[in-house]
C-alpha cells in the first residue's frame, strides 16, 4: 500500500517567517495530494490541493509543490501569523482507483511571537 | 463549519460493548469516508461509500462494519471495543469518488474505552 512520509515533525519558526512541510510518497499511481490544517480537538480543515496534472498552486499566503517524478510535495507558508499555528497534514489518494486518503504522521508547526 | 455532521460528540463506553457512530454528509454530497485518529496510528483510512454502496476498504478491524442509508447518512458500528480502539472517529464526504472531488472532514466522534 502507500506509504507517506512528513518533515519534519516539529516546526517552530518566527512570526513573519516563512514555513515549509515535505512528504514524500511510495505509490506513483497516486495523483491527488491535499494539505490538512488540524486544530487541537478539532476537523482537518483542507487548506489546498494539488493535482498531478500541475507543479505548482498558490492561495494567497499558502502554496503547494509537486514533483512527480521524485515523488515528493511541499507545502510552503509565507509571512506566517499566530493563528497558523496547529498540526498540518499532508496526504495522498490510495492510487489504483480507490479514493481513501493516506495520510503522513503530522507536523506541528509553532509560530513564536 | 464543513456541513459534515457526526453525532455523538463523545461516547465513553465500556470493554466488550458496540457502539454506533453517525454521520451526515454534505447536502449533495453521495460519498462518505470513515477515518480513525489515534495517537499511535495517526490519521487512518476505514472504509468509504458510494450512494449506499461499500467502494474501497483500509485498515478497518473485522470486528467494525459501516453501511450507508438510502438518506446518505452513513454509520460506522464498533464491537466488541478494545482499550486501544479509543479514538477520533471522523467522517468525511465528497460529492462523488475521485480525486477531481475534495473530501471535507465533520466535527468527529470522540470515543473512550475504559
Known amino acids: 500500500g502507500e506509504n507517506v512520509e512528513q518533515h519534519p515533525s516539529t516546526l517552530s519558526v518566527q512570526e513573519g517567517d516563512s514555513a515549509v512541510i515535505k512528504c514524500t510518497y511510495s505509490?506513483?499511481?497516486?495523483?491527488?495530494f491535499p494539505w490538512y490544517k488540524q486544530e487541537l480537538g478539532k476537523r482537518p480543515q483542507l487548506i489546498i490541493d494539488?493535482?498531478?496534472?500541475?507543479g505548482e498552486k498558490k492561495d494567497q499566503r499558502i502554496a503547494v509543490t509537486l514533483n512527480k517524478t521524485a515523488k515528493h510535495f511541499s507545502l510552503h507558508i509565507t509571512e506566517t501569523q499566530p493563528e497558523d499555528s496547529a498540526v498540518y497534514f499532508c496526504?495522498?489518494?490510495?492510487?489504483?482507483?480507490?479514493?481513501?486518503?493516506?495520510f503522513g504522521k503530522g507536523t506541528h508547526l509553532i509560530i513564536q511571537p | 463549519d464543513s456541513g459534515v455532521t457526526q453525532t455523538p460528540k463523545h461516547l465513553i463506553t465500556a470493554t466488550g460493548q458496540r457502539v454506533t457512530l453517525r454521520c451526515s454528509p454534505r447536502?449533495?454530497?453521495?460519498?462518505v469516508y470513515w477515518y480513525q485518529q489515534s495517537l499511535d496510528q495517526g490519521l487512518q483510512f476505514l472504509i468509504q461509500?458510494?450512494?449506499?454502496?461499500?467502494?474501497a476498504k483500509g485498515n478497518i478491524l473485522e470486528r467494525f462494519s459501516a453501511q450507508q442509508f438510502p438518506d446518505l447518512h452513513s454509520e460506522l458500528n464498533l464491537s466488541s471495543l478494545e482499550l486501544g480502539d479509543s479514538a477520533l472517529y471522523f467522517c468525511?464526504?465528497?460529492?462523488?469518488?475521485?480525486?477531481?472531488?475534495?473530501?471535507?472532514f465533520g466535527p468527529g466522534t470522540r470515543l473512550t474505552v475504559t
Open positions: 447536502s449533495g454530497d453521495l460519498s
Open positions: 496526504a495522498v489518494d490510495s492510487g489504483g482507483g480507490a479514493d481513501g486518503l493516506t
Open positions: 468525511a464526504s465528497s460529492v462523488i469518488p475521485g480525486t477531481n472531488y475534495e473530501q471535507y
Open positions: 461509500y458510494y450512494n449506499g454502496e461499500e467502494r
Open positions: 494539488i493535482r498531478s496534472n500541475v
Open positions: 505509490d506513483s499511481a497516486s495523483n491527488y
